[in-house]
């Protein structure tokens, strides 16, 4: 049974990730150790503790970006406007993909393969309810089930991860795809 951290170690653990978030999106693959460190206010020591290796560090800020993608996403679901939550999911994740660049490549070199499927995958329930109600508000063509979404997703946000997309060809990209999920208003009429 894995014994569970001391509130102080979780703390220093939140703020390593937090850190090393802030510095791998500034510095790209130059980002030490030292300087998250330094960022989250700890010493070497405490965030090799934690994180033995980079790679180690690398993979767990992954596991928090699908955390915090599943609760995004869950909180849009039960909240959210049904006309736009829709939408404001699919381009939030992406550009989550797209932040999370340097973290991915970090982890192809060290041979760790990354990819998005399994996340997305996970989204299933919450992807469902945020289509449901897109549909009933018409804001989503009827014909557009739930595995269409998720290979959309799955396939805009590992492009987004390799392209190296600039904001702009992204917003073009999603664009794009929201016109063609969007009912046309042909099908709307009697």
Known sequence: MARSLRSDAQRNRQRIL???EVVFALKG???????I????GVGIGTVFRHFPTKEALLQAIIKVLAVRVAAETGNLARTGEPATAFFEFFTWVIGQAAEQRTVVDLLAEAGVEVTVAEPVDALRDSVAALLAGAQRAGAVRRDVGVPEVLAL??????????????????DRTLAVVFDG???SPAAESP
Request: hydrophobic share 40%.
């Open 181 to 183: 999920l969007r009912p």
């Open 37 to 40: 460190a330094q960022k989250a």
């Open 18 to 20: 937090e850190a090393a």
């Open 153 to 170: 997703l799955i396939g805009l946000c590992q492009a987004s991860l390799h392209a190296g997309w600039s904001p702009e060809v992204r």
């Open 29 to 35: 693959p130059s980002a030490s150790t030292e300087e």
